[in-house]
Structures are given as C-alpha cells and as structure tokens.
C-alpha cells in the first residue's frame, strides 16, 4: 500500500470510529513520535495502521460497497445524508436509513416513493428531497452548502 493509500485509510478509519483530530494526533504521537502524518515514514503509516486495527478497524476491499448512484443530485443526497450521520444526528445511517427517511417524509406527498433513493428520477422529487436533508443540515448547525461569492 503506497503512502498516500494509507494516509487515506487513516482517516477513513478514524471516520468511522469516531476518532477526531486531537484524538487521531495523539495517537499517532504515541505509537510514532510524530502526531504529523506528513512527517511520518511510511513503515510509521503502517504502524498507524496497525494501531487502528488492533483498536478494531477493519478495513473493506474496494468494490464491495455500493456503487455510487449515476446522477449527481442523488449521490448529492447521499453526501447529504452522510454528513448527518457524522454528526450523529439521524438514527440510521447508511443507504437503509436514507430510504426509510424519504419514504416517512415524502410517500403520502407523492403518493409513493421509491424503495431506493437511486431509483429517483424525477428532479422535483430530488429537490425537495435536497432541501429538506439541507434544512436539516442547517437546524443542526453543518454546514452543507459552498459560500456563493457575491
């Protein structure tokens, strides 16, 4: 695994066991010498690595998850979704939780919704999907939105 795999699976594990930066840095410092993963070698990465495991990260092969969905406003969505779930404010994360919210919030407006969120075709249903997982994002103080330059 070259340099740059390992920093990214770094951080990725970090990410989903709920490490922060602080945390992540004196780790590193404790199993390195160095809390930088700049200054670090990659035999020192690979400590990290290690250390991360043995705290119970396992780490999935690429392609087992599931595909991202073809339109930009869905996997926009997802990113959506996902930046909630970090911040632990929906109960189920993931692509079941996703599906499960929109089919609560939106079937009786529709008349139904779609089983899968990347199923979704219609762009006001997708964009009322947006502004409502975006509201969310706001009455919870994540920011999710790109600062428009004026």
């Not at 690979?46 to 073809?70: I, Q, W």
């Not at 947006?130 to 428009?148: P, S, T």
Request: glycine share 6%; with cysteine; aromatic share 4%.
């Amino acid at each position: 695994m070259n340099r740059q795999s390992l920093q990214r699976m770094i951080h990725v594990a970090c990410r989903q066991m709920r490490i922060d930066a602080e945390t992540r840095h004196a780790m590193q410092q404790e199993v390195t010498g160095k809390s930088s993963m700049s200054d670090m070698t990659d035999r020192e990465l690979r400590l990290v690595a290690d250390a991360l495991r043995a705290r119970g990260f396992e780490s999935k092969p690429h392609g087992t998850g599931r595909p991202p969905a073809a339109r930009a406003d869905v996997r926009y969505i997802h990113v959506l979704w996902g930046l909630l779930a970090d911040a632990e404010v929906v109960d189920r994360p993931g692509a079941d939780g996703l599906n499960a919210f929109i089919r609560a919030r939106f079937s009786a407006g529709w008349g139904s919704a779609p089983i899968d969120v990347d199923a979704l075709r219609d762009h006001k249903q997708i964009n009322a999907v947006i502004k409502a997982l975006q509201a969310m994002c706001d009455r919870h103080g994540i920011v999710c939105r790109q600062a428009k330059d004026s």
